[in-house]
């Protein structure tokens, strides 16, 4: 269904909806445990190979700024696991060839998508250089010296607290535009503004849960670091097909809707 103005209606959630969603994106990888486990693989792979020659690199700075931006990218990563959520929900078993190649993402309103969460990332990475440029006047060259600063400096304490308080702050803005824009552009080939608008209306109209959602979906990510990202490997496609879950609720209706609405295609 949508509203009078082209934008499809929000479902009412409960402060029980993230479990729901949990649980339903646990289930779903054992519908087709092979292609989500191996698609978490090479993302957890992937995650690893970058952050471990930043480390060796002794750019051990863009390493931390880097994971903790990886929230900003993990939407545009998870849409195999939309995809995969998708087939699931109409009976279907996804292969990995399918969820490689998305053959609905392909379009024009994804790439801009794409291309305005890698500028927040982007724009993230400065920021956080920033932050430690003005913390210290010193090149922390190893791991050793940047985890001494970092840790046992009250310099390095407030570039932790100020990095975090700045990093939290988009990332929750971002989340707002985007925790159901992404799914949502991959089913209803709707446009950027109506999915972004109707993710932020999701997020407005069930605020608590959402906060909780978020906090979920952070928490859990941020937390495969402690693995060297390993962790990605079951953890990236259980949120992934779990967001599916999330929107599918949110964003009540048949699924494949074509928003032909003006507003849509603004």
Not at 74 to 82: E, Q, T
Not at 211 to 237: E, K, N, R, S, Y
Request: with cysteine.
């Amino acid at each position: 269904m949508e509203n009078s103005g082209g934008l499809p209606d929000i479902a009412k959630v409960d402060m029980k909806a993230p479990f729901r969603w949990l649980a339903g994106g646990w289930s779903d990888i054992w519908k087709a445990p092979g292609p989500c486990l191996i698609y978490g693989l090479l993302v957890a792979l992937l995650s690893f190979a970058i952050a471990y020659a930043l480390v060796e690199s002794d750019a051990e700075f863009w390493a931390l700024a880097l994971t903790c931006g990886f929230v900003f990218v993990a939407p545009m990563l998870a849409m195999g696991l939309y995809e995969a959520g998708r087939q699931i929900e109409q009976g279907k078993k996804p292969t990995l060839g399918e969820m490689l190649y998305v053959r609905d993402a392909v379009r024009l309103d994804l790439a801009y998508f794409g291309l305005f969460l890698m500028l927040i990332y982007l724009l993230w990475g400065r920021i956080a250089q920033i932050v430690y440029g003005l913390s210290t006047y010193q090149l922390h060259r190893t791991v050793e010296s940047f985890v001494d600063f970092a840790l046992n400096t009250p310099a390095g304490h407030n570039m932790l607290v100020t990095g975090t308080v700045i990093g939290g702050v988009m990332a929750f803005f971002t989340y707002c535009g985007v925790v159901v824009a992404a799914p949502m552009l991959l089913d209803r080939h709707t446009g950027v503004f109506a999915a972004i608008v109707t993710s932020i209306r999701a997020v407005g109209d069930n605020f608590w849960p959402m906060v909780l959602w978020a906090v979920i979906l952070a928490v859990l990510t941020l937390a495969t670091a402690a693995t060297g990202f390993l962790a990605l490997a079951i953890v990236f496609p259980w949120l992934g097909l779990a967001s599916w879950r999330a929107y599918r609720e949110l964003v009540p209706g048949p699924l494949g809707v074509e928003d032909t609405q003006g507003l849509a295609k603004a």
